[in-house]
């Protein structure tokens, strides 16, 4: 269980990228093509489906009880989550995504349904991330540690379990009355501040007495609130786990599977240039930065400043020449003939958004990360150094190495190319605008249809499938970009 709780710390960093750039086509071509299926509940069980509302819960998409009765309020919820992350309808691999969430969750801070037998009821409880605060007279009081949650409980009369919810009630500092439920055996009251904070109690007639619990949260943590707030039942619940080679189980592991698969073989490649094309005599210098297929055949799209000044370039260990550049917007079309993608690249059809979420591929440091290495941000400029308009600025962050690799969007279609870091990040981006010599690389789009180059062209394909960026490097390292001189472009 430690090695799986390993991948799963691993995984939960980078799956939600991955799983979000994946298309249909390259799974299918690696005999996965089930996890891009329309999501259906049918074939989960109770403790699968319970797992998911949680999961869901903590996201801040569902609101209503951890039953595991999968009804229109969780569906919505799984829609609003698969639209928010992957702007598509749900499918069994976003369900994969939620569970690997959770149970990274579970894993780092402990996340249980415990029973406290003093109240009667079960309560969600972070057992590895809570810390005891000083108790008062009615309550015995905790908050979490990595959150501004809160917990209060405690056994009560009627009279001093009204006073506690008269007091979140007076609480509320909105225009919209606090909600309220009152029944013969059960009460809650939630109400909420100016600054989207909230205060919510709940007391159930347990034993002859009115077990509370208060929860508190700041507007970011309400997910965390939520999730708590569902979680509450008299006596005890069943705890969180997925059902043991159900569905839910054989859907992790197949993405999880998927996730390996893109590892060893991540789709970009490498270039290297152990000596400087002056001829000079003296130790040849050798730098890396990333590319990314653009079609079968094995072309490669980099930065010219990656194997600029290169007498020997390399995509893994295949010997490769260059078969175009561009100086004016730093990019080079490359290929080994021996070199062929298992998929390649598809291109977004419009320019990227102010403030719509990126991804960057590529291999940073390789020499020491020696890996391939996946950052997010989001657009925070479209425009790039001095106003330019073939560029547009991004706040993922990138590192030596990372020059040539994809920017992908939300969709996982590549929006620019990264080109290089100055105070900020920077991106080649809004390619829809570039207009390039039409013998070079042939005004590139994002569909990048006609790559022309002079008397030689490669014909790439806008099907749907990672642009894995793999680095250009020498044999030592089969996916890096190599240069036989330093540069402080990135």
Same mark, same amino acid.
């Given at each position: ?12 960093? @980078? ?28 074939? %989960? ?19 209503? =009880? ?39 969750r ?7 349904? $415990?029973?406290?037998?003093? =109240?009667?009821?079960?309560? =969600? ?34 009279? $001093? ?21 009152? $029944? ?11 600054s ?18 208060l %929860?508190?949260?700041?507007?970011a943590?309400?997910? !965390?609130?939520?999730?708590?707030s ?79 000044? @290169? ?10 020449? *260059? ?9 080079? !079309? ?34 020491? =990360?020696?890996?391939?290495n ?6 925070s400029?479209l ?16 590192q030596?190495g ?14 620019? *190319? *990264? ?9 080649l981006?809004? %390619? ?12 590139l ?12 062209? @490669? ?32």
């Amino acid at each position: 269980m430690e090695s799986f709780a390993k991948i799963i710390r691993a995984g939960i960093l @980078c799956l939600v990228f991955l799983l979000g750039i994946v298309g249909p086509g390259s799974v299918a071509a690696q005999g996965q093509e089930e996890l891009f299926r329309d999501f259906s509940a049918r074939g %989960l069980t109770t403790d699968e489906t319970r797992f998911l509302q949680t999961a869901l819960a903590f996201g801040g998409y569902y609101n209503g =009880l951890l039953d595991g009765a999968w009804g229109r309020r969780s569906q919505r919820a799984l829609n609003a989550y698969s639209q928010r992350e992957f702007e598509m309808a749900p499918s069994d691999v976003h369900m994969a995504t939620l569970a690997l969430d959770l149970l990274g969750r579970i894993e780092s801070e402990g996340w249980e349904r $415990r029973y406290f037998d003093a =109240l009667g009821m079960t309560i =969600l409880f972070p057992t590895k991330a809570v810390v005891s605060d000083p108790a008062t007279e009615a309550f015995v009081n905790w908050r979490h540690r990595n959150s501004s949650l809160s917990y209060s409980v405690g056994l009560h009369d009627r009279q $001093r379990a009204q006073s506690v919810h008269d007091y979140v009630a007076d609480w509320n500092d909105v225009h919209e009355a606090p909600y309220t439920v009152r $029944r013969h055996d059960f009460a809650v009251t939630s109400a909420r501040d100016r600054s989207g904070g909230t205060l919510y109690a709940r007391s159930n007639f347990v034993n002859g007495s009115w077990s509370t619990v208060l %929860l508190s949260a700041d507007r970011a943590d309400q997910g !965390l609130l939520s999730a708590v707030s569902a979680s509450l039942a008299v006596g005890r619940a069943p705890p969180l786990r997925i059902t043991e080679d159900g569905h839910l189980e054989r859907t992790v592991l197949a993405t999880l599977e998927m996730f390996e698969d893109m590892s060893e073989d991540d789709g970009t490649a490498a270039v290297s240039a152990p000596v400087p094309e002056t001829g000079e005599t003296g130790p040849a210098r050798n730098g890396s930065g990333t590319g990314f297929f653009v079609s079968e055949s094995g072309h490669v799209l980099t930065n010219a400043h990656v194997i600029d000044g @290169c007498r020997d370039i390399r995509i893994g260990n295949e010997q490769a020449e *260059v078969i175009a550049r561009s100086d004016a917007f730093d990019l080079a !079309l490359v290929q080994a003939t021996a070199a062929h993608a298992k998929s390649v690249a598809v291109f977004a059809t419009g320019p990227a958004r102010l403030n719509s979420d990126v991804t960057v591929a590529g291999y940073p440091y390789a020499d020491i =990360l020696g890996g391939f290495n996946v950052t997010r941000g989001s657009v925070s400029g479209l425009k790039g150094l001095a106003g330019a308009e073939t560029q547009f600025q991004i706040t993922a962050p990138i590192q030596p190495g990372n020059s040539g690799g994809p920017d992908m969007g939300p969709r996982g279609n590549v929006v620019g *190319v *990264v080109v290089s870091r100055l105070d900020a990040t920077i991106c080649l981006g809004d %390619l829809d605008g570039i207009k390039a010599p039409r013998q070079m690389v042939a005004s590139l789009r994002m569909s990048i249809s006609p790559c022309a180059v002079k008397s030689r062209s @490669c014909s790439c394909r806008n099907t749907g499938s990672i642009p894995r960026s793999r680095p250009m490097v020498k044999s030592s390292a089969p996916s890096r970009l190599r240069n036989g001189r330093s540069s402080s472009r990135r």
